[in-house]
């Protein structure tokens, strides 16, 4: 770590950017040593228990040193980065903590169809596009090509590491490549714009084959021995691990500790949901609802809503030191979204307050900064009630774990074609399974299958949204 002691220089330190961390990993420096920012500027992307976040720099000025590489987790309150705000250029001498790109790294491209971001809600492309770094102009071609020819044997001597232009590759495929073990500047890249793919690090990481040995001349006089079966489709390393932190570790400390604190108790319902998917495709078709995102999901959100205005003693929490029962009088609406960096639950504030076009626009929202990882802490505090729905995997229902601090959580299976008495014939009609865990100590069975059962009777009957409301 570089200490700085002129006057002129200031120390940027890691903040607590949630309620009471310790620590947060670097995962990008979107600056080098001898740039320019100014205030506001966001100088470097960090991970921590709850999400990634972006950090802005307080101050106009010089970078004059990145004190620790990309990868490195610091404790709040360490010193990340040194700027001269004397209006002075940085020392030739000063050397980056971590190697800057030779090459602009490009912008992601939107990925194309629907994507389950969220747990059973998937998100249509879009044009969002990520902030691209400050880098030394050179072409990315030639590099590229460099690396194939010194793969292919075609005779190049390796350049040496310094010279080499660093990979272009996303932060999760870097860091599967230290994971595995892999130089990415060995890698040869097949993504679009020379970008290197998982699928590029995992054929790199695989050792080479060994030439098939040539056929024997002379005539085989013992019984072949019986052939092979298949290599199987795994990767050939027989273990990979990967270090649990940030989001991954605070969700296993949150499930473990949730699991065994709140008695968990969980019922089941299967529903037939035909009229439901009906309305999602008349909405699709109202003015009201142009140019928004209308889908099963919204309805089942609409309806846990009504359901718990008619039952509000489910929308409670459980205060062990003041041995309480806290009930709400709002409804921050929780919503499980399945990310890279683990699984996350941010929430819809004063969702209860909400008409049905404005609960669109916000799952909408949701699903949109999910996707691009930039779900804030505040956005995950709160929550009173979630909903996850693991239907989009194909599964027909579980058995969820409460979020600490709430009483239920309603977990939503795939919505299938299946033959269903209706009007006292067999016909094929849409039906789900839903699932409702609940906290036993302030939720008895009653209350809990009350809010279970309010919820399929609007789901088959979507006209008590308007009834009910």
């Known amino acids: 770590m570089t200490t700085m002691t002129d006057a002129s220089v200031r120390e940027f330190k890691m903040p607590d950017v949630g309620e009471g961390l310790t620590e947060a990993e670097i995962l990008k420096w979107y600056v080098q040593p001898g740039d320019t920012v100014t205030d506001g500027q966001v100088v470097c992307e960090v991970e921590t228990a709850k999400a990634a976040v972006e950090l802005p720099i307080p101050y106009d000025g010089v970078v004059r040193a990145l004190h620790f590489p990309e990868g490195t987790t610091v404790d709040v309150g360490t010193s990340i980065i040194a700027i001269d705000v004397s209006g002075g250029s940085a020392p030739a001498a000063e050397e980056p903590a971590a190697p800057a790109p030779a090459v602009e790294e490009p912008a992601e491209e939107a990925p194309q169809g629907r994507q389950p971001v969220l747990v059973g809600y998937g998100v249509a492309a879009s044009s969002t596009k990520r902030r691209p770094r400050k880098t030394a102009p050179a072409a990315q071609e030639p590099a590229a090509a460099a690396v194939q020819a010194e793969l292919n044997g075609h005779g190049h001597a390796p350049a040496p590491l310094e010279d080499r232009p660093r990979p272009l590759a996303k932060p999760p495929v870097r860091k599967l490549a230290k994971d595995l073990g892999v130089d990415l500047t060995t890698v040869v890249p097949t993504g679009p714009d020379g970008i290197i793919t998982r699928e590029d690090v995992h054929k790199a990481a695989a050792p080479q084959q060994a030439p098939a040995p040539e056929a024997p001349t002379a005539p085989v006089t013992q019984p072949a021995p019986a052939p092979a079966a298949p290599a199987a489709s795994y990767d050939t390393a027989r273990e990979t691990r990967i270090p649990v932190k940030g989001v991954r570790k605070a969700t296993a400390a949150a499930m473990v500790g949730s699991a065994f604190t709140a008695p968990h108790v969980t019922e089941f319902v299967t529903v037939d949901v035909t009229r439901t998917m009906k309305l999602v495709e008349e909405l699709k078709q109202d ?183």
């Open 287 to 469: 003015k009201e609802f142009a140019g928004r995102r209308v889908n099963p999901l919204l309805l089942i959100a609409k309806a846990l809503l009504l359901a718990i205005r008619r039952n509000p003693d489910i929308n409670a929490s459980w205060d062990e030191a003041a041995q309480e029962i806290v009930v709400k009088h709002y409804v921050n609406l929780g919503i499980a979204a399945a990310t890279p960096r683990g699984l996350i639950v941010p929430n819809i504030k004063d969702a209860h307050a909400k008409t049905l076009p404005e609960l669109a626009d916000a799952l909408s929202d949701l699903v949109a900064t999910a996707r691009e990882g930039k779900t804030s802490p505040a956005a995950m505090q709160g929550g009173t009630v979630t909903i996850t729905n693991v239907g989009v995997f194909g599964v027909d229902t579980g058995t969820p774990i409460l979020n600490p601090g709430e009483s239920a959580i309603l977990a939503v299976g795939a919505i299938k074609l299946q033959p269903w008495v209706h009007k006292g014939k067999v016909k094929p009609r849409q039906v789900t399974t839903l699932a409702l865990s609940f906290d036993h100590r302030l939720v008895d069975g009653e209350l809990g299958s009350k809010v279970l059962a309010d919820v399929a009777a609007i789901l088959e009957q979507p006209k008590r949204l308007m009834t009910w409301a």
